[in-house]
């Protein structure tokens, strides 16, 4: 199956271990991956501080466009807030005539137009529904053996549209865990926002909720956590010091990106393919531990 | 008619393995000198069934007794035509499934069961309907010619029976044709009234009979054979119908009781004026005559207010909403705010909220404080609830007071009476009001030839009493429904269903009448109450008893049945101190000889023996759950279902106590301002009368905590198990009845 | 209760015409489902739901100073919640935007970081983490900047260590003049007043 893969900045740079383990991992299941050519940023999260509504859309929109215009493939957005900006810009353009000849008449500037025909994925959704759990689980060479997993989803992975798990109880991200023969913790604020996009600026309010969903996860058993946003991931990851030091906490724990996890289970290289060399919090004596390495 | 009497035992859903059923038949045919005595093990089954068919047929039973399950199941499987009696033993659910197999106790209440049920049996006389000598009428009578009475006689007309609609006004229409425009199903926009043409389609219909500017000036009779005196244009009428709906409607709350300005401040309306001035054309400000620009609409002008209307007429959220649009309509630059406690646009009729929102008007939550005028233009003070601050809306033309909805049987005064010393909320005088609890005080509207006064009896606030939640568009008068805003507060199209299933209950009530069987709740019933008249000293505790009006009086105090008008609970049964009052199949005797049937052991055995009177409509299909659960309870106890406790007569406990029965439980529905009687007073009278026992157990030197009366809801299965067993406590700690043995 | 305010439609108007999405506030029914579901509601001045009911009683300079809308996460979680299907996430941004493009920087921080997200944007039309960062720290002037790469730079390091950073800068891509008249025009047709 061919896709178009929009990875997106962030995963150029601070998710780089996101986009090297999801592209052997999804090799391996038999996807094939387009790049959208000379792709721009969505705008993320915070773009609205200095732009308006429609040039956020028209961001999305060329990007879209583009895609359109070379091939009919399903968009896979891996991170959380590419995959919103552009669901939803994708989802306005489709219901909304008036607003798709709006931008149509400003992509027209780079002979652009977007007729609406691309659908917008998140890789959860694709490894779930086009691949499945049984395709997943004869990939599986290295179990993880019960290892127990925090399957942290995020906000904008699932919110809002739900297009294939639930907004409020989402379960997709453990029922792909468990097909790696890891052992999902129960872990009510797997939904709780860690603070996404401004994270940086909010920080000292920010990091009370990641050590809430920190918290969450230790408290619930889990020795490592994963994850499908390149922001979680490292809002997750990268303060837990600053955390132990404003909360006299001790937290310690991994955060992987799913996609590691599976280049793990299917027996794939721990670096080059699982690239785990890129953590911060060094997951892989725990990984090594559960696959009985 | 000479009785055969056949006991068939069903040895099925577990109670062969409970029970010695040979033994019992061996009490059966020995003892209780019943003449055939079979068991099977499906007695439901076809084949079951032909075996007790079989023994009619060849052996000329008539009198058949099952002992099996609840007679509340396969009810319709053991009909064998009105020529038989059938009497069930509840030897299933009250026996094997509550009690552990095979053990002395539960044989003895299988026993117990058996002698009480062929005692019953043979008590038993085989009913014949109550038919009337006069012709029945099945011409329905409707009182009121709004939107329910107009919806009502067409329904009517549609299944090919009679109406006959009188309004009090020379037009029909009520307060549909006074409308501009109706918010309806799908609740997104204004749609016409559609007035005209209903009062189109009612006056061309053959099968409706129109009575304008007419009045009630009388309703005598009883279902099926009503006679009502109609005053039409100062003529009087006489029209003979089977059933009668009052669909009389409402009248807004009388605002100027209100300190909001009406009626000191020009600009300040009610939504009926709001409406009329709208449905007339132009809405202006009547101080000036100028157009509106800003209305400001109060919701629950009065209502939810316990100084007012207590309660929510569920109509003015929706009728201010669709006043508002017809402020935008006249003018899009219009601003409407619309202060509210609870914006209550039910079901989806929230569509129409949201429109509002859409439109831009201004929804605030909070309180007047004050309006004032000034300059021509009003402004309005608020707490404004959300905002946290007192806010003033300027700039106002017209203030819309949304009052509610009063029905019109509520009485002119509320009643008031001379409290007991230091009642709460007695006045200075000592005077208190009081629920108008009988056809005495309601406005105006039927005027019954009733005993019990010449209206419907209503509930707090006016409304017609009513089973509220089972039975809907009943009343306290048999044969006579409500419908639309008289019965409760309601909008356009819940008037015209409300005006259905008033229609269908009429028509279903002069086809029961015509056949003599009862209506709900016993529907089906063609037992009827007879009185042996020589004995009756004129008491009139029945006449005035009856939750349903159904027994009126001569001169002398004698009292005159109408059993089109009975339920056949048995509550004059249960008044009568004569006992003169009877059913084929259910008397003051009949319960006694079953009373009797029980065999109190010795004292020295010590098993108590505890009698529970258990309604049929409540607990005792509590007490059949608690045992499909199979939860257990004392096995000392001896379940006897009645009609209604209200039908209980004080008798009964003198007969128990006298023989030696330990205890009596008393299990009926919940009473008081959130009845569940499914006879409306039946519990609390039972409960009244209960007081009155301690003079029978005294008399006895008994002790009273040998009598309890409770209340059992049917979702109170659970706590059957822990009823019995803290009464059986209180029996141990009583002791025995020392008349054990007399 | 003893401050008397009035009702004043006018800001409600303002918003409903220049604000993204702010005629959507039309359908709350202050129900405050919003506010229970923010994950920051605690640190916020008055939570959505009072915002908007602040929007129509006219408390323009309430509103926009407010630090809520400009401390919105985009988690979602209000928005579906909201019962009555409210874009809540859309309309705190259309308001931080338009307070924003009128010079109100009550949450500074969010605000500084936003504008440069967008303008690395507009410039190369992608982000560079590590750049955006610097332009973030930076903005203040010489000596805050300093002061904040510091404390960040631990961070900095172990990223780079951790092969988590670029080490060269973001290229333009290749379409950004016509990506940037497309920008300029969507701003100007745009809702929301505000310039580039």
New interface residues.
């Given amino acids: 199956m061919k896709y178009f893969l929009y990875w997106g900045c962030s995963l150029e740079a601070s998710g780089v271990n996101y986009l090297r383990s999801l592209k052997p991992v999804c090799e391996a299941l038999g996807m094939e991956f387009e790049e959208i050519p000379d792709w721009n940023c969505c705008g993320a999260s915070v773009s609205y501080a200095g732009a308006n509504d429609l040039a956020i859309k028209v961001l999305n929109a060329r990007n879209l466009a583009l895609a359109e215009k070379k091939a009919n493939y399903d968009i896979i957005a891996p991170c959380s807030s590419c995959y919103i900006q552009m669901i939803k810009v994708n989802h306005e353009i489709q219901e909304n005539e008036s607003l798709r000849e709006r931008v149509n008449s400003i992509l027209a500037e780079d002979g652009l137009a977007y007729n609406g025909s691309i659908r917008v994925r998140h890789i959860q959704d694709v490894l779930f529904n086009d691949i499945g759990t049984e395709q997943i689980k004869r990939h599986v060479t290295k179990p993880l053996n019960g290892l127990k997993v925090a399957g942290y989803v995020g906000c904008q992975s699932v919110r809002p549209y739900g297009e294939y798990d639930s907004v409020h109880n989402p379960v997709v991200q453990d029922k792909l865990l468990e097909a790696l023969d890891a052992k999902p913790v129960p872990f009510p604020k797997k939904i709780q926002c860690c603070g996404s996009g401004i994270f940086l600026p909010e920080m000292d309010l920010c990091l009370g909720l990641v050590r809430d969903i920190l918290d969450d996860a230790v408290s619930h058993g889990a020795e490592i956590i994963s994850t499908v946003c390149p922001m979680c991931a490292m809002n997750l990851e990268m303060y837990q010091d600053r955390i132990n030091e404003k909360y006299g906490t001790d937290f310690d724990i991994p955060i992987v990106y799913l996609t590691q996890l599976m280049a793990v289970a299917f027996g794939m290289d721990l670096k080059r393919d699982a690239a785990l060399h890129h953590n911060v919090i060094p997951p892989e004596n725990i990984l090594k531990a559960a696959i009985g390495n | 008619m000479e009785k055969k009497a056949a006991l068939y035992i069903c040895t099925g859903c577990g109670i062969g393995d409970a029970l010695d059923i040979d033994s019992l038949k061996e009490l059966a045919t020995d003892d209780l000198g019943v003449p055939i005595c079979k068991d099977h093990p499906f007695l439901c089954g076809a084949e079951g069934v032909d075996l007790i068919k079989k023994d009619i047929q060849d052996e000329g039973v008539n009198t058949i007794i099952i002992a099996g399950c609840s007679g509340r199941v396969n009810y319709d499987v053991f009909n064998f035509g009105p020529d038989k009696i059938v009497e069930r033993i509840n030897l299933r659910e009250q026996v094997a499934w509550c009690q552990p197999p095979k053990e002395e106790d539960t044989q003895m209440l299988a026993e117990d069961y058996l002698r009480m049920g062929c005692s019953k049996a043979n008590d038993t006389e085989p009913l014949e309907p109550y038919i009337a000598e006069e012709e029945y009428s099945k011409d329905i009578l409707i009182v009121g010619g709004g939107v329910a009475g107009m919806t009502a006689a067409l329904e009517i007309a549609k299944a090919g029976r009679k109406a006959i609609l009188v309004e009090k006004e020379d037009k029909l229409g009520g307060f549909l044709g006074k409308m501009k425009k109706l918010i309806t199903m799908p609740y997104k926009d204004l749609s016409d009234t559609g007035a005209e043409d209903l009062i189109k389609e009612v006056n061309e219909n053959d099968n409706i009979k129109v009575y304008t500017s007419a009045t009630v000036a009388k309703i005598s009779g009883s279902p099926g054979l009503f006679t009502a005196e109609i005053s039409a244009d100062g003529n009087s009428v006489q029209e003979r119908v089977g059933s009668v709906i009052q669909a009389t409607g409402w009248t807004p709350y009388d605002a100027s009781k209100l300190n909001l300005g009406y009626g000191k401040i020009k600009d300040v309306i009610t939504n009926v004026e709001m409406e009329e001035m709208a449905a007339k054309g132009k809405i202006t400000r009547p101080s000036d005559g100028k157009e509106v620009k800003n209305v400001l609409f109060v919701q629950c002008a009065g209502s939810r207010d316990p100084e007012h209307l207590p309660y929510c007429s569920s109509y003015c959220c929706l009728a201010s909403l669709k006043q508002a649009a017809y402020v935008k309509e006249q003018n899009p630059e219009a ?1 409407n ?1 619309i202060v509210y406690k609870d ?1 209550r646009t039910v079901g989806q009729a929230e569509d129409f ?2 429109k509002a ?2 439109d ?1 008007d ?4 909070g309180s007047i404080v004050n309006i004032n005028e000034n300059g021509g233009k009003l402004s309005v ?1 608020t ?2 609830e ?9 700039e106002i033309d017209l203030v819309v007071l949304a009052v509610g909805m009063v029905p019109t049987s509520q009485p002119d005064q509320i009643p008031r009476i001379q409290a007991p010393e230091g009642t709460e909320g007695a006045d200075e005088e000592g005077m208190i009001e009081v629920m108008p609890d009988s056809g005495f005080f309601a406005k105006s509207a039927l005027n019954l030839e009733y005993r019990q006064g010449p209206e419907l009896p209503t509930l707090k606030y006016g409304f017609p009493d009513s089973h509220f939640i089972c039975f809907p568009y009943e009343t306290r008068r048999t044969g006579i429904y409500t419908a639309g805003c008289v019965r409760r507060p309601m909008e356009v199209v819940k008037a015209k269903e409300d005006a259905a299933g008033a229609a269908m209950k009429a028509i279903q009530c002069c086809e029961a009448s015509s056949q003599g069987v009862a209506l709900h709740p016993r529907a089906g019933d063609i037992s009827y109450p007879e009185f042996n008249m020589q004995r009756c000293t004129q008491c009139k505790r029945c006449t005035e008893e009856c939750p349903f009006g159904a027994i009126n009086e001569d001169e002398k105090g004698n009292p005159l049945p109408n059993p089109t008008r009975c339920r056949r609970c048995g509550v004059c049964m249960g008044a009568c101190p004569e006992r003169i009052i009877s059913f084929k199949n259910y008397s003051v005797g009949m319960i006694g000889n079953m009373i009797k049937a029980i065999e109190v052991p010795e004292e020295d055995e010590e098993k108590p023996r505890v009698i529970a009177f258990v309604c049929e409509n409540d607990a005792y299909p509590a007490i059949d759950m608690a045992a499909i659960k199979r939860m257990q309870w004392s096995p000392y106890v001896r379940f006897i279902p009645v009609r209604c406790l209200g039908s209980i007569n004080l008798v009964w406990v003198a007969d128990a106590m006298s023989k030696g029965i330990d205890g009596l439980l008393f299990l009926g529905c919940r009473h008081g301002d959130d009845y569940q009687c499914h006879f409306i007073k039946g519990s609390e009278l039972a409960e009244t009368r209960l007081g009155k026992v301690s003079e029978t157990l005294d008399r006895l030197a008994l002790e009273a905590e040998r009598v309890k009366f409770l209340e059992i809801g049917i979702t109170d299965y659970n706590r059957i198990p822990t009823i019995i067993n803290e009464f059986m406590e209180t029996i141990d700690e009583l002791g025995p009845n020392p008349y054990k043995g007399w | 209760m003893e401050t008397n305010t009035s009702y004043d439609p006018s800001f409600a108007r303002e918003v409903f015409e220049n604000v993204d999405s702010g005629e959507e506030i039309k359908m709350c029914m202050q129900c405050g489902m919003c506010a229970a579901s923010c994950p920051l509601r605690e640190h916020m001045d008055y939570p959505p739901r009072q915002i908007f009911s602040m929007i129509r009683a006219g408390k323009r300079d309430m509103v926009l100073n407010a630090n809520s809308i400009m401390m919105c996460t985009s988690c979602y979680t209000c928005q579906v919640r909201c019962p009555r299907g409210i874009p809540v996430i859309d309309v705190m941004h259309g308001l931080a935007h338009y307070a924003i493009s009128k010079g109100i920087l009550t949450r500074k921080d969010t605000a500084v970081f936003g504008r440069e997200f967008w303008q690395q944007i507009y410039k190369t039309g992608r982000i560079d983490e590590k750049d955006l960062s610097r332009r973030y720290f930076f903005a203040d002037g010489i000596i805050t900047g300093i002061k904040k790469s510091l404390q960040m730079a631990r961070m900095g390091i172990i990223m780079l260590l951790h092969g988590r950073m670029k080490i060269l800068p973001e290229k333009k891509i290749k379409g950004i003049k016509s990506l940037r008249s497309m920008l300029d025009k969507a701003m100007q047709t745009g809702k929301g007043g505000s310039e580039v």
């Fill in positions: 601003v705010y914006m909220y949201r929102q859409e831009g201004v929804f605030i939550r003070e707490d404004d959300l905002l946290g601050e007192r806010v003033n809306i300027e």
